[in-house]
Protein backbone atom coordinates (compact mmCIF):
# COMPACT_ATOMS: atom_id res chain seq x y z
CA UNK A 1 0.00 0.00 0.00
CA UNK A 2 1.83 3.90 -0.79
CA UNK A 3 2.35 5.48 2.45
CA UNK A 4 0.27 8.30 4.13
CA UNK A 5 1.58 10.84 6.10
CA UNK A 6 -0.38 12.52 9.02
CA UNK A 7 0.15 15.46 10.71
CA UNK A 8 -0.97 16.85 14.29
CA UNK A 9 -1.28 16.54 18.09
CA UNK A 10 -1.38 13.68 20.07
CA UNK A 11 -2.77 14.06 23.08
CA UNK A 12 -3.29 11.49 27.11
CA UNK A 13 -6.91 11.42 27.48
CA UNK A 14 -7.97 11.33 30.87
CA UNK A 15 -11.50 10.22 31.69
CA UNK A 16 -13.80 8.74 34.24
CA UNK A 17 -14.90 5.12 34.01
CA UNK A 18 -18.00 4.26 31.79
CA UNK A 19 -20.69 7.12 32.42
CA UNK A 20 -19.50 8.33 35.87
CA UNK A 21 -19.61 12.43 35.60
CA UNK A 22 -15.83 14.28 36.37
CA UNK A 23 -17.31 15.11 40.09
CA UNK A 24 -18.42 11.88 41.05
CA UNK A 25 -14.81 9.80 39.56
CA UNK A 26 -12.48 8.80 42.39
CA UNK A 27 -9.92 7.89 39.33
CA UNK A 28 -9.40 8.71 35.73
CA UNK A 29 -8.30 6.04 32.84
CA UNK A 30 -5.69 6.91 30.68
CA UNK A 31 -5.06 6.41 26.83
CA UNK A 32 -4.05 8.43 24.30
CA UNK A 33 -5.48 10.22 20.81
CA UNK A 34 -5.87 13.02 18.57
CA UNK A 35 -7.44 13.36 14.91
CA UNK A 36 -4.53 13.43 12.88
CA UNK A 37 -2.84 10.23 14.96
CA UNK A 38 -6.33 8.73 15.19
CA UNK A 39 -6.24 8.40 11.35
CA UNK A 40 -3.06 7.06 11.31
CA UNK A 41 -3.98 4.15 13.35
CA UNK A 42 -6.82 3.31 11.37
CA UNK A 43 -5.09 3.32 8.15
CA UNK A 44 -2.35 1.04 9.66
CA UNK A 45 -5.35 -1.60 10.83
CA UNK A 46 -6.57 -1.54 7.11
CA UNK A 47 -2.88 -2.06 6.24
CA UNK A 48 -1.28 1.17 4.79
CA UNK A 49 2.06 2.14 5.92
CA UNK A 50 0.89 4.98 8.16
CA UNK A 51 2.99 7.52 9.39
CA UNK A 52 2.39 9.77 12.02
CA UNK A 53 4.41 13.31 12.90
CA UNK A 54 4.44 15.38 15.47
CA UNK A 55 6.47 16.94 18.80
CA UNK A 56 6.63 15.05 21.71
CA UNK A 57 8.71 15.55 24.80
CA UNK A 58 11.86 13.34 25.71
CA UNK A 59 10.12 12.10 28.70
CA UNK A 60 8.02 9.24 29.61
CA UNK A 61 5.07 10.17 28.85
CA UNK A 62 6.02 11.12 25.53
CA UNK A 63 7.27 7.69 25.02
CA UNK A 64 4.02 6.27 26.14
CA UNK A 65 2.21 8.52 23.45
CA UNK A 66 4.88 6.67 20.84
CA UNK A 67 4.15 3.39 22.59
CA UNK A 68 0.26 4.03 21.70
CA UNK A 69 1.06 4.20 17.92
CA UNK A 70 3.50 1.76 17.70
CA UNK A 71 1.37 -1.04 18.65
CA UNK A 72 -0.69 -0.73 16.21
CA UNK A 73 1.69 -0.64 13.39
CA UNK A 74 1.94 3.04 12.94
CA UNK A 75 5.46 4.41 11.80
CA UNK A 76 6.87 7.07 14.05
CA UNK A 77 10.33 7.49 13.16
CA UNK A 78 9.18 11.00 12.16
CA UNK A 79 7.87 11.91 15.01
CA UNK A 80 10.53 15.22 16.50
CA UNK A 81 11.32 14.88 20.48
CA UNK A 82 11.65 17.72 22.27
CA UNK A 83 9.36 20.60 24.48
CA UNK A 84 7.75 20.56 27.50
CA UNK A 85 4.72 18.35 27.81
CA UNK A 86 2.06 16.13 26.57
CA UNK A 87 -1.24 18.40 25.78
CA UNK A 88 -4.17 16.74 27.69
CA UNK A 89 -8.23 16.21 27.19
CA UNK A 90 -10.50 15.07 29.35
CA UNK A 91 -13.54 13.45 28.48
CA UNK A 92 -16.97 13.16 30.20
CA UNK A 93 -19.03 11.14 28.55
CA UNK A 94 -22.82 11.77 27.80
CA UNK A 95 -25.58 9.31 27.81
CA UNK A 96 -29.39 9.90 26.71
CA UNK A 97 -29.87 13.65 26.86
CA UNK A 98 -26.89 14.47 28.76
CA UNK A 99 -24.24 15.91 26.38
CA UNK A 100 -20.56 14.48 26.25
CA UNK A 101 -18.29 17.24 27.96
CA UNK A 102 -14.55 18.17 27.37
CA UNK A 103 -11.50 20.24 28.85
CA UNK A 104 -8.68 20.74 27.13
CA UNK A 105 -5.62 21.57 29.28
CA UNK A 106 -3.06 21.51 26.05
CA UNK A 107 -1.84 25.07 26.26
CA UNK A 108 2.26 24.94 25.90
CA UNK A 109 2.41 20.97 24.51
CA UNK A 110 5.63 20.65 22.65
CA UNK A 111 3.40 20.53 19.14
CA UNK A 112 2.28 24.08 20.22
CA UNK A 113 5.69 25.43 20.54
CA UNK A 114 7.08 23.39 17.47
CA UNK A 115 9.58 25.68 15.07
CA UNK A 116 9.41 24.91 11.32
CA UNK A 117 13.35 23.02 11.35
CA UNK A 118 11.80 20.77 13.21
CA UNK A 119 10.26 18.89 10.49
CA UNK A 120 12.27 17.82 7.42
CA UNK A 121 9.47 17.89 4.96
CA UNK A 122 11.54 16.83 1.68
CA UNK A 123 12.69 13.58 4.03
CA UNK A 124 9.01 13.06 5.59
CA UNK A 125 7.14 12.88 2.53
CA UNK A 126 10.32 10.36 0.51
CA UNK A 127 8.00 8.02 -1.44
CA UNK A 128 4.41 9.46 0.02
CA UNK A 129 0.90 9.17 -2.15
CA UNK A 130 -1.35 11.26 0.81
CA UNK A 131 -1.03 13.50 3.33
CA UNK A 132 -3.39 14.08 5.90
CA UNK A 133 -4.30 17.50 8.53
CA UNK A 134 -7.35 19.19 10.48
CA UNK A 135 -8.29 22.36 11.31
CA UNK A 136 -7.12 21.37 14.79
CA UNK A 137 -3.61 21.82 14.60
CA UNK A 138 -2.87 25.41 12.91
CA UNK A 139 -5.88 26.24 15.50
CA UNK A 140 -2.94 25.50 18.28
CA UNK A 141 -1.09 28.77 17.48
CA UNK A 142 2.43 29.48 17.33
CA UNK A 143 4.23 28.73 14.66
CA UNK A 144 1.61 25.52 13.64
CA UNK A 145 -0.69 27.93 10.62
CA UNK A 146 3.04 28.36 9.13
CA UNK A 147 4.12 24.93 9.27
CA UNK A 148 1.11 23.26 7.88
CA UNK A 149 1.37 25.94 4.79
CA UNK A 150 5.65 24.49 4.43
CA UNK A 151 4.01 21.18 4.76
CA UNK A 152 1.32 21.70 2.16
CA UNK A 153 3.60 23.28 -0.44
CA UNK A 154 6.07 20.59 -0.23
CA UNK A 155 3.29 17.97 -0.75
CA UNK A 156 2.01 20.04 -3.66
CA UNK A 157 5.59 20.41 -5.35
CA UNK A 158 6.13 16.68 -5.00
CA UNK A 159 2.31 15.81 -6.75
CA UNK A 160 0.98 14.47 -3.24
CA UNK A 161 -2.50 14.18 -2.23
CA UNK A 162 -3.58 16.30 0.26
CA UNK A 163 -6.70 15.99 2.32
CA UNK A 164 -8.14 18.30 5.23
CA UNK A 165 -10.47 17.61 7.92
CA UNK A 166 -11.53 20.98 8.66
CA UNK A 167 -12.62 19.95 12.42
CA UNK A 168 -13.44 23.28 13.97
CA UNK A 169 -12.74 23.63 17.54
CA UNK A 170 -14.43 27.26 19.15
CA UNK A 171 -12.39 26.21 22.07
CA UNK A 172 -9.13 26.90 20.35
CA UNK A 173 -9.37 29.78 18.21
CA UNK A 174 -12.34 31.83 16.67
CA UNK A 175 -14.13 31.91 13.71
CA UNK A 176 -12.48 35.12 12.45
CA UNK A 177 -9.50 33.29 12.79
CA UNK A 178 -10.51 29.71 11.53
CA UNK A 179 -11.68 31.82 8.23
CA UNK A 180 -8.59 33.45 7.54
CA UNK A 181 -6.28 30.69 8.16
CA UNK A 182 -7.97 27.44 6.42
CA UNK A 183 -9.33 29.88 3.53
CA UNK A 184 -5.16 30.45 2.83
CA UNK A 185 -4.48 26.68 3.76
CA UNK A 186 -7.31 25.57 1.55
CA UNK A 187 -5.60 26.35 -2.02
CA UNK A 188 -3.35 23.33 -1.16
CA UNK A 189 -6.09 20.86 -0.75
CA UNK A 190 -7.56 18.39 -2.83
CA UNK A 191 -9.79 16.58 -0.86
CA UNK A 192 -11.88 18.72 1.70
CA UNK A 193 -13.52 16.51 4.75
CA UNK A 194 -16.25 18.22 6.93
CA UNK A 195 -19.12 17.48 9.41
CA UNK A 196 -22.63 19.31 9.30
CA UNK A 197 -21.15 22.02 11.22
CA UNK A 198 -17.59 23.03 9.96
CA UNK A 199 -18.43 24.62 6.51
CA UNK A 200 -20.93 27.16 8.73
CA UNK A 201 -18.40 27.89 11.00
CA UNK A 202 -15.41 28.06 9.17
CA UNK A 203 -16.59 29.53 6.24
CA UNK A 204 -20.43 30.75 6.56
CA UNK A 205 -21.68 27.85 4.04
CA UNK A 206 -24.86 26.59 5.77
CA UNK A 207 -27.11 23.97 4.51
CA UNK A 208 -30.89 24.99 4.32
CA UNK A 209 -33.45 23.70 5.94
CA UNK A 210 -31.44 21.57 8.10
CA UNK A 211 -31.47 21.07 11.97
CA UNK A 212 -28.90 18.65 13.57
CA UNK A 213 -29.98 19.29 17.29
CA UNK A 214 -33.59 18.03 15.79
CA UNK A 215 -32.06 15.50 13.80
CA UNK A 216 -33.60 17.09 10.54
CA UNK A 217 -30.84 16.39 7.54
CA UNK A 218 -31.66 18.18 3.68
CA UNK A 219 -29.81 16.14 1.38
CA UNK A 220 -30.28 19.13 -0.96
CA UNK A 221 -29.08 21.61 1.34
CA UNK A 222 -25.87 19.37 1.64
CA UNK A 223 -25.42 19.59 -2.11
CA UNK A 224 -25.50 23.55 -2.05
CA UNK A 225 -22.53 23.11 1.07
CA UNK A 226 -20.33 20.84 -1.00
CA UNK A 227 -21.38 23.02 -4.62
CA UNK A 228 -19.85 26.10 -2.62
CA UNK A 229 -16.93 24.82 -1.25
CA UNK A 230 -16.14 23.74 -4.53
CA UNK A 231 -16.57 26.65 -6.69
CA UNK A 232 -14.72 28.53 -3.89
CA UNK A 233 -11.20 26.37 -3.44
CA UNK A 234 -11.58 24.39 -6.06
CA UNK A 235 -11.35 21.13 -4.25
CA UNK A 236 -11.45 17.67 -6.11
CA UNK A 237 -13.57 15.92 -3.86
CA UNK A 238 -15.75 16.86 -1.07
CA UNK A 239 -17.19 14.85 1.54
CA UNK A 240 -19.52 15.47 4.61
CA UNK A 241 -20.32 13.71 7.65
CA UNK A 242 -23.92 13.36 8.12
CA UNK A 243 -24.92 13.05 12.05
CA UNK A 244 -28.80 13.27 13.30
CA UNK A 245 -28.61 13.64 16.84
CA UNK A 246 -31.21 11.61 18.37
CA UNK A 247 -29.77 11.58 21.76
CA UNK A 248 -25.68 11.02 23.18
CA UNK A 249 -26.65 7.40 22.77
CA UNK A 250 -28.36 7.37 19.93
CA UNK A 251 -27.91 8.31 16.33
CA UNK A 252 -28.30 8.45 12.60
CA UNK A 253 -25.25 8.33 10.49
CA UNK A 254 -24.30 8.69 7.00
CA UNK A 255 -21.98 10.49 4.72
CA UNK A 256 -22.45 12.16 1.16
CA UNK A 257 -19.39 12.84 -1.27
CA UNK A 258 -19.30 15.38 -4.15
CA UNK A 259 -16.60 14.61 -6.70
CA UNK A 260 -17.14 17.67 -8.85
CA UNK A 261 -19.78 16.24 -11.22
CA UNK A 262 -21.76 13.67 -9.19
CA UNK A 263 -23.31 13.65 -5.64
CA UNK A 264 -23.21 10.38 -3.78
CA UNK A 265 -25.28 9.37 -0.88
CA UNK A 266 -24.63 6.35 1.45
CA UNK A 267 -27.17 4.19 3.42
CA UNK A 268 -27.69 5.17 7.05
CA UNK A 269 -26.74 3.82 9.76
CA UNK A 270 -28.71 3.94 12.87
CA UNK A 271 -25.84 3.62 15.66
CA UNK A 272 -26.05 2.93 19.78
CA UNK A 273 -22.70 5.12 20.74
CA UNK A 274 -20.22 3.44 22.97
CA UNK A 275 -17.78 6.52 22.49
CA UNK A 276 -18.18 9.01 19.70
CA UNK A 277 -14.55 10.69 20.00
CA UNK A 278 -12.74 9.43 16.64
CA UNK A 279 -15.88 8.87 14.71
CA UNK A 280 -15.42 11.72 12.03
CA UNK A 281 -11.63 10.41 12.29
CA UNK A 282 -12.16 7.16 10.83
CA UNK A 283 -14.52 8.73 8.57
CA UNK A 284 -11.45 10.22 6.97
CA UNK A 285 -9.37 7.55 7.12
CA UNK A 286 -11.69 5.20 5.23
CA UNK A 287 -12.00 7.56 2.55
CA UNK A 288 -8.23 7.80 2.03
CA UNK A 289 -8.04 4.01 2.06
CA UNK A 290 -11.25 3.40 -0.04
CA UNK A 291 -9.57 5.91 -2.37
CA UNK A 292 -5.89 4.84 -2.04
CA UNK A 293 -7.38 1.43 -3.63
CA UNK A 294 -8.96 2.70 -6.63
CA UNK A 295 -13.02 1.57 -4.89
CA UNK A 296 -15.56 3.95 -7.42
CA UNK A 297 -16.94 6.99 -5.48
CA UNK A 298 -20.11 5.30 -3.96
CA UNK A 299 -18.24 2.47 -2.66
CA UNK A 300 -15.24 4.59 -1.23
CA UNK A 301 -17.90 6.87 0.53
CA UNK A 302 -19.86 3.55 1.71
CA UNK A 303 -16.53 2.22 3.35
CA UNK A 304 -15.78 5.23 5.35
CA UNK A 305 -19.51 5.79 6.29
CA UNK A 306 -18.93 2.22 7.43
CA UNK A 307 -15.91 2.18 8.85
CA UNK A 308 -17.17 5.28 11.08
CA UNK A 309 -20.70 3.27 12.18
CA UNK A 310 -18.00 0.33 13.66
CA UNK A 311 -15.55 3.21 15.48
CA UNK A 312 -18.49 4.27 17.76
CA UNK A 313 -18.89 1.16 18.95
CA UNK A 314 -14.82 1.16 19.99
CA UNK A 315 -13.57 2.80 23.61
CA UNK A 316 -11.13 4.88 23.02
CA UNK A 317 -10.12 7.30 20.16
CA UNK A 318 -9.02 4.77 18.16
CA UNK A 319 -10.76 3.09 15.60
CA UNK A 320 -9.47 -0.76 15.74
CA UNK A 321 -11.81 -2.25 12.97
CA UNK A 322 -9.95 -4.11 10.23
CA UNK A 323 -10.34 -3.70 6.23
CA UNK A 324 -12.39 -6.97 6.28
CA UNK A 325 -14.79 -6.47 9.17
CA UNK A 326 -15.77 -2.77 7.34
CA UNK A 327 -16.40 -4.47 4.33
CA UNK A 328 -18.41 -6.69 5.49
CA UNK A 329 -20.56 -4.07 7.29
CA UNK A 330 -20.58 -1.86 3.95
CA UNK A 331 -21.90 -4.99 2.30
CA UNK A 332 -24.73 -4.89 4.48
CA UNK A 333 -23.95 -7.50 7.10
CA UNK A 334 -25.10 -5.14 10.08
CA UNK A 335 -26.56 -8.21 12.08
CA UNK A 336 -23.87 -8.21 14.77
CA UNK A 337 -24.09 -11.68 14.87
CA UNK A 338 -21.12 -13.77 16.98
CA UNK A 339 -18.59 -14.68 13.95
CA UNK A 340 -16.91 -18.01 14.68
Request: charge should be negative; include cysteine; hydrophobic fraction near 40%.
Amino acid sequence: MPKVVTFGEIMLRLAPEGYLRFTQADKLGATFGGGEANIAVSLAHFGVDAIFVTKLPNNDIGQAAVNSLRRFGVDTGKITRGGARVGIYYLEKGASQRASKVIYDRAGSSIAAASPEDFDWEAIFDGVKWFHFTGITPALGGNLPAICEQACKIAKNKDITISCDLNYRKNLWSKDSAREIMGGLMQYVDVCIANEEDASDVFGIKAANTDISGGKLNHEGYKSVAHQLKERFGFKKIAITLRGSVSASDNNWAGMLYDGENYYFSKNYAIHIIDRVGGGDSFGAGLIYSTLEGKSPQDALEFAVAASCLKHTIEGDFNLATADEVEKLSGGDGSGRVQR
